[in-house]
């Protein structure tokens, strides 16, 4: 039985491979949640009814079901209606359309906070509605979220590992191969914890320092991680 | 022959290189109302807390009766018995109702029967004009409320003594006689009571001595009379003059 | 296989998914409150390794963590897939409660326990009787999402072998060739679950509401 560092001389690189591909998952995952997530907030904040609730019935469904039973629909159970998507696209998509559920209402709380009152502001100087979202309220929205959104981009670097219950290549895969080789499930596994810990240790010290780097003077932000 | 209930020598009291006041000492007997002023910031509030052992002071010693409670080994909850504290913030146990907020001492510390407990709880709350509100909870009270709550909480232990930290800084104007009052009576009654507030009129009233305190020192102390009147040092006056403008009547003579 | 059959099928997995939640939540409140105090008020070291406990296993993907104590425990003890996922599902919750009573603790105002002991209430007579009754009723909103966060996680536990809701969408799926059907019908299993415990703990952070004037 190797001891779980004896792991990364031989299945290193694997891992490393792994890994990549973890980051790749995470990177997409959050992009895709950050732009639908975006549209899902602004509708809910300054859309009509109709949208409002539309929105809101997205962010309540995705949220409300594990993220796995999406990654099964949307892999398995679609090809059934024609749909039918690769391993990675089909991650990537239930990655990102859950994300964007939980970056909306993140998105959602700061530009509540940053309030109706910045609102009327820029209306008053002649801007339109939406001119007063993109230059007023959003710059500033964003800069607030950062610390609470700061959460996602490190829970959804944990969430990927279930992807490779559909065959994707990531870390957890090779995991999983390193273990199926070595028949030492723990060792293999906790290999796997470490590298899993070291890339959140990473992120979380990016994201640290792009919230020191984008804070504005002067605002009063509650860093609440 | 006055007896004295609370003795204070030679406290001294520092966090790290700030200190917030040395070689202090101070003796209240019993029935004394003691009331200090001051500006703020200048150590009044953490001496009420070394009273009461909340902080324990650096150096010096304190006595309750004859029995020095700052000596090692000394029970502290046993000696917070003695000793009942009333807070600028009223600081009522927010989950529990007047009543429950009285009565928890009582059931859990002197461990009195429950009806026991509830009867001594009214008396306390009877005692503060507030039996009517027994079930309200510190959010359903004004500021003025729960603050007798938080007397009557700490008269229901029976103390030896009373420590009021700023009593009515935080209350709105309107609710601060209220309170006074309440402490007014208190002290007729023969309560031993030591007063850190900025409310003159009751200090010249009802103080039998004032301490002015400033930057951790104890500039005077004298009765009412001698510090509103014949203050020895100028910056008494000085002190007095400014605050009594502020939340006071005006002396009559300049 | 008519329509009704195939659903309750499906459905029937909701014993376990509920079973699985019932140990998991609870041995992860029991633990992370207990983690917590110590976290709180247990002094430095205390602090320290409750924070190396909660950084690790905060940090480290729970089916990752699902795994390492299954097969962990399953080499020592003979539990069934059920138990061992379960309880394994728990210790991993437990980080993040211990985070939820501890950000609770900390959110009642340490002048709270001042008055408490002013009064003469022990150290730990006030955490009982004075910061642990408020403490609580910071703590439902976000351990009521910590239960959903459950509910949908016990899915993990399909890749033991459990036989819970998506494990019967899996098997009625690959038999009937009607995935689409099985795990939308999953889905909406998992959904009304997440919205029943939600609408309870909502009933429930309500009653115990303490009653104030706005």
Same mark, same amino acid.
């Given at each position: 039985?190797?001891?779980?560092?004896?792991?990364?001389?031989?299945?290193?690189?694997?891992?490393?491979?792994?890994?990549?591909?973890?980051?790749?998952?995470?990177?997409?995952?959050?992009?895709?949640?950050?732009?639908?997530?975006?549209?899902?907030?602004?509708?809910?904040?300054?859309?009509?009814?109709?949208?409002?609730?539309?929105?809101?019935?997205?962010?309540?469904?995705?949220?409300?079901?594990?993220?796995?039973?999406?990654?099964?629909?949307?892999y398995y159970g679609l090809p059934e209606i024609g749909i039918a998507f690769s391993q990675s696209t089909a991650a990537y998509l239930a990655l990102g359309l859950n994300s964007a559920a939980y970056q909306a209402e993140y998105l959602r709380g700061s530009i509540n906070a940053i309030g109706a009152a910045q609102m009327q502001a820029g209306r008053a100087i002649g801007l339109s509605k939406w001119q007063a979202i993109g230059y007023v309220i959003l710059p500033q929205a964003?800069?607030?979220?950062?610390?609470?959104?700061?959460?996602?981009?490190?829970?959804?670097?944990?969430?990927?590992?279930?992807?490779?219950?559909?065959?994707?290549?990531?870390?957890?895969?090779?995991?999983?191969?390193?273990?199926?080789?070595?028949?030492?499930?723990?060792?293999?596994?906790?290999?796997?914890a470490v590298v899993y810990l070291l890339m959140v240790f990473a992120l979380d010290a990016l994201l640290k320092f792009i919230e020191r780097k984008t804070a504005i003077p002067g605002m009063d932000i509650e860093t609440q991680r | 022959m006055p007896k004295p209930i609370l003795t204070i020598k030679n406290l001294s009291k520092k966090y790290g290189e700030n200190v917030i006041f040395q070689d202090l000492s101070l003796t209240v007997n019993e029935g004394d109302t003691i009331?200090?002023?001051?500006?703020?910031?200048?150590?009044? !509030?953490? *001496?009420?807390?070394?009273?009461?052992?909340?902080?324990?002071?650096?150096?010096? #010693?304190?006595? @309750? &009766?004859? %029995?020095?409670?700052?000596?090692?080994?000394?029970?502290?909850?046993?000696?917070?018995?003695?000793?009942?504290?009333?807070?600028?913030?009223?600081?009522?146990?927010?989950?529990?109702?007047?009543?429950?907020?009285?009565?928890?001492?009582?059931?859990?510390?002197?461990?009195?029967?429950?009806?026991?407990?509830?009867?001594?709880?009214?008396?306390?709350?009877?005692?503060?004009?507030?039996?009517?509100?027994?079930?309200?909870?510190?959010?359903?009270?004004?500021?003025?409320?729960?603050?007798?709550?938080?007397?009557?909480?700490?008269?229901?232990?029976?103390?030896?003594?009373?420590?009021?930290?700023?009593?009515? !800084?935080? *209350?709105?104007?309107?609710?601060?006689?209220?309170?006074?009052?309440?402490?007014? #009576?208190?002290? @007729? &009654?023969? %309560?031993?009571?030591?007063?850190?507030?900025?409310?003159?009129?009751?200090?010249?009233?009802?103080?039998?001595?004032?301490?002015?305190?400033?930057?951790?020192?104890?500039?005077?102390?004298?009765?009412?009379?001698?510090?509103?009147?014949?203050?020895?040092?100028?910056?008494?006056?000085?002190?007095?003059?400014?605050?009594?403008?502020?939340?006071?009547?005006?002396?009559?003579?300049? | 296989?008519?329509?009704?059959?195939?659903?309750?099928?499906?459905?029937?997995?909701?014993?376990?998914?509920?079973?699985?939640?019932?140990?998991?939540?609870?041995?992860?409140?029991?633990?992370?409150?207990?983690?917590?105090?110590?976290?709180?008020?247990?002094?430095?070291?205390?602090?320290?390794?409750?924070?190396?406990?909660?950084?690790?296993?905060?940090?480290?993907?729970?089916?990752?963590?699902?795994?390492?104590?299954?097969?962990?425990?399953?080499?020592?003890?003979?539990?069934?897939?059920?138990?061992?996922?379960?309880?394994?599902?728990?210790?991993?919750?437990?980080?993040?409660?211990?985070?939820?009573?501890?950000?609770?603790?900390?959110?009642?105002?340490?002048?709270?326990?001042?008055?408490?002991?002013?009064?003469?209430?022990?150290?730990?007579?006030?955490?009982?009787?004075?910061?642990?009754?408020?403490?609580?009723?910071?703590?439902?909103?976000?351990?009521?999402?910590?239960?959903?966060?459950?509910?949908?996680?016990?899915?993990?536990?399909?890749?033991?072998?459990?036989?819970?809701?998506?494990?019967?969408?899996?098997?009625?799926?690959?038999?009937?060739?009607?995935?689409?059907?099985?795990?939308?019908?999953?889905?909406?299993?998992?959904?009304?679950?997440?919205?029943?415990?939600?609408?309870?703990?909502?009933?429930?952070?309500?009653?115990?509401?303490?009653?104030?004037?706005p």
């Amino acid at each position: 039985m190797l001891t779980w560092l004896g792991y990364f001389g031989r299945f290193g690189q694997n891992f490393l491979r792994g890994a990549g591909i973890t980051l790749e998952l995470t990177a997409v995952g959050l992009a895709i949640g950050f732009v639908l997530g975006l549209l899902l907030a602004l509708a809910r904040c300054f859309g009509p009814k109709w949208l409002q609730k539309l929105a809101g019935a997205y962010i309540a469904i995705f949220r409300g079901t594990p993220l796995l039973v999406q990654l099964f629909i949307i892999y398995y159970g679609l090809p059934e209606i024609g749909i039918a998507f690769s391993q990675s696209t089909a991650a990537y998509l239930a990655l990102g359309l859950n994300s964007a559920a939980y970056q909306a209402e993140y998105l959602r709380g700061s530009i509540n906070a940053i309030g109706a009152a910045q609102m009327q502001a820029g209306r008053a100087i002649g801007l339109s509605k939406w001119q007063a979202i993109g230059y007023v309220i959003l710059p500033q929205a964003l800069r607030l979220a950062l610390p609470s959104w700061s959460n996602e981009p490190i829970s959804l670097l944990k969430t990927t590992a279930i992807v490779f219950l559909i065959a994707v290549q990531d870390l957890m895969a090779e995991g999983k191969r390193a273990a199926t080789t070595t028949f030492d499930f723990v060792g293999a596994y906790l290999a796997i914890a470490v590298v899993y810990l070291l890339m959140v240790f990473a992120l979380d010290a990016l994201l640290k320092f792009i919230e020191r780097k984008t804070a504005i003077p002067g605002m009063d932000i509650e860093t609440q991680r | 022959m006055p007896k004295p209930i609370l003795t204070i020598k030679n406290l001294s009291k520092k966090y790290g290189e700030n200190v917030i006041f040395q070689d202090l000492s101070l003796t209240v007997n019993e029935g004394d109302t003691i009331v200090i002023i001051g500006p703020s910031g200048t150590g009044k !509030s953490t *001496l009420l807390r070394c009273v009461n052992l909340l902080t324990r002071p650096n150096e010096g #010693q304190i006595w @309750l &009766d004859d %029995m020095e409670i700052t000596a090692k080994g000394t029970d502290e909850d046993q000696v917070r018995q003695h000793i009942g504290m009333v807070f600028q913030n009223f600081l009522l146990f927010n989950h529990l109702t007047a009543l429950d907020n009285v009565k928890l001492g009582l059931t859990k510390v002197k461990k009195m029967s429950d009806e026991a407990a509830t009867r001594k709880a009214m008396r306390e709350l009877t005692r503060v004009g507030l039996a009517d509100r027994a079930n309200h909870y510190p959010g359903q009270l004004s500021g003025g409320q729960q603050q007798r709550v938080g007397i009557a909480r700490a008269l229901a232990m029976d103390p030896r003594v009373m420590l009021f930290d700023e009593p009515t !800084s935080a *209350l709105d104007p309107e609710l601060i006689g209220e309170v006074l009052e309440v402490m007014r #009576q208190l002290a @007729l &009654d023969g %309560m031993t009571m030591l007063v850190v507030t900025h409310e003159m009129g009751f200090a010249r009233e009802v103080a039998d001595r004032i301490v002015f305190m400033e930057k951790g020192f104890i500039v005077e102390e004298g009765s009412p009379d001698e510090m509103f009147n014949h203050p020895k040092f100028p910056r008494t006056r000085e002190f007095l003059w400014k605050i009594t403008e502020l939340y006071g009547k005006k002396d009559k003579d300049a | 296989m008519n329509f009704g059959q195939f659903i309750s099928y499906i459905a029937s997995g909701t014993v376990y998914t509920v079973g699985v939640t019932l140990v998991a939540l609870p041995s992860g409140l029991l633990i992370g409150t207990i983690l917590a105090l110590l976290y709180v008020y247990g002094g430095k070291t205390a602090a320290r390794l409750m924070n190396l406990y909660s950084t690790i296993f905060r940090g480290v993907p729970p089916i990752v963590l699902l795994f390492i104590l299954f097969f962990a425990v399953s080499k020592g003890i003979n539990l069934s897939a059920f138990w061992a996922g379960s309880f394994s599902l728990g210790i991993v919750s437990s980080a993040y409660q211990m985070e939820i009573v501890r950000g609770a603790l900390l959110s009642v105002s340490g002048d709270q326990l001042m008055a408490a002991r002013a009064i003469g209430l022990s150290r730990l007579q006030a955490i009982r009787y004075v910061v642990l009754p408020q403490a609580i009723r910071l703590a439902i909103p976000p351990w009521s999402n910590e239960a959903a966060i459950i509910i949908k996680d016990s899915s993990l536990v399909y890749a033991l072998g459990v036989p819970e809701i998506l494990r019967r969408a899996q098997l009625i799926g690959a038999s009937s060739q009607k995935y689409l059907l099985a795990y939308l019908s999953a889905a909406v299993i998992y959904f009304l679950l997440v919205f029943a415990t939600s609408h309870l703990l909502s009933l429930l952070e309500k009653r115990l509401a303490i009653p104030s004037n706005p």
